[in-house]
């Protein structure tokens, strides 16, 4: 049986932005490399995402989804929003998850230096010319080094501006509950965020306010363009998928500065991702990310991070550190965690040679 806290709060409803949700649990993005070459939303996708649904998840991240035809993609067989034939591709899912009785949030992402797997561009777009840590990911399809990417123009980063807004408006348009802009994990707008990948000298470097400044600029355009009734959040983490131990250098100073600035964008929650959600951010027995998430942004807050455990999930919200969760693996080896927490039924152990392993797309959905 699994035991949880007395008027277990993850369970109760909320609201987020326009939205009225059923219970404060959802499935995080993952991505899966499982739509078509053209980056349309393939059938399975459809199953896929409505299975959380139906397993009683009150909302769904998708994974993230390219936002132009320049140097947004990261890996092949990546949806995207980019046209009119992408969005209506990703209207059954919507329409699928809706059914399911769940709310969908769109993941908007520009890969940034990290791509490695675009359709459109041999060549990739970053802050800086700095060549990224780490290995490319095998499971996304990822062979050989990362490129050493081009530093981005004042055009470049305009371009990426519009691309984040036109993706928002399509997705709005076919009828997505909100988009979540992709701003961790060291993709692009995490590499101008990130001191090691942003060595520019102009209003986007240098300072921490400098190098937050294109992920409030994104924001704010955003939140414009779609209006006041439709959801809009962002995605925050320190440690990147090809270098998970990376820490903000000025601590909880750098923390006041990226959460007030992104505080003040009209923004409806903030999405924090870490390791372990619970941790401390930065010195020992300080306050951890999620926590500072939410003393410095006044906004709602996601925590993310090994929170597939009932008891630490349900302790994070009780006590007032987040307002909601997410789970990745944890939803991945349980569609149905939600309902079978409720029910006090055992979870199943997530099995990665079964679900990532050899590659991360959905193709083995069918023994879940």
């Given at each position: 049986m699994v035991e949880l806290v007395p008027k277990n709060k993850l369970f109760e409803p909320v609201n987020v932005g326009y939205n009225f949700l059923k219970n404060r649990v959802g499935v995080a993005p993952?991505?899966?490399?499982?739509?078509t070459p053209e980056g349309l939303a393939a059938e399975q996708m459809a199953e896929y995402y409505s299975s959380?649904?139906?397993?009683?998840f009150g909302f769904v991240i998708t994974e993230g989804t390219y936002t132009d035809q320049l140097y947004s993609q990261c890996y092949f067989n990546q949806p995207g929003l980019i046209n009119e034939e992408q969005a209506i591709a990703w209207k059954k899912v919507v329409d699928t998850v809706h059914e399911a009785d769940a709310a969908i949030i769109v993941q908007?992402?520009?890969?940034?230096?990290l791509s490695q797997g675009n359709r459109f561009s041999s060549h990739n777009l970053a802050p800086s010319e700095v060549q990224p840590k780490g290995d490319p990911l095998a499971f996304y399809g990822g062979v050989d080094k990362f490129p050493t990417p081009i530093a981005a123009t004042k055009q470049d980063i305009e371009q990426v501006i519009q691309g984040f807004v036109e993706s928002a408006i399509r997705a709005k348009a076919v009828g997505f509950d909100g988009v979540e802009i992709h701003g961790a994990n060291g993709y692009l707008l995490d590499q101008f965020l990130t001191d090691y990948t942003n060595e520019r000298s102009d209003e986007y470097g240098g300072s921490t306010e400098n190098r937050?400044?294109?992920?409030?600029?994104?924001?704010?355009a955003v939140r414009k363009a779609v209006g006041p009734n439709f959801t809009v959040g962002i995605r925050i983490s320190?440690?990147?998928?090809?270098y998970y131990i990376h820490k903000w250098g000025g601590g909880e100073a750098d923390a006041k500065v990226i959460f007030g600035g992104l505080g003040q964008t009209g923004l409806d929650y903030i999405h924090v991702t870490e390791y372990k959600a619970w941790k401390p951010a930065f010195e020992e027995n300080g306050p951890s990310l999620v926590q500072l998430a939410k003393r410095f942004s006044g906004k709602?807050?996601?925590a993310n991070?090994?929170?597939e455990d009932p008891l630490k999930a349900s302790e994070i919200i009780t006590d007032d550190k987040a307002d909601l969760v997410t789970l990745g693996k944890g939803a991945l080896a349980n569609h149905d965690w939600v309902t079978k927490v409720k029910e006090g039924k055992l979870l199943a152990e997530m099995r990665e040679d079964k679900i990532l392993r050899p590659d991360a797309t959905i193709k083995n959905f069918e023994i879940l």
């Open positions: 993952m991505t899966r490399t499982s739509a959380f649904a139906r397993g009683g908007l992402e520009h890969a940034g230096a937050v400044r294109l992920l409030i600029e994104v924001s704010s320190q440690a990147k998928v090809n709602i807050v996601i991070g090994l929170l």
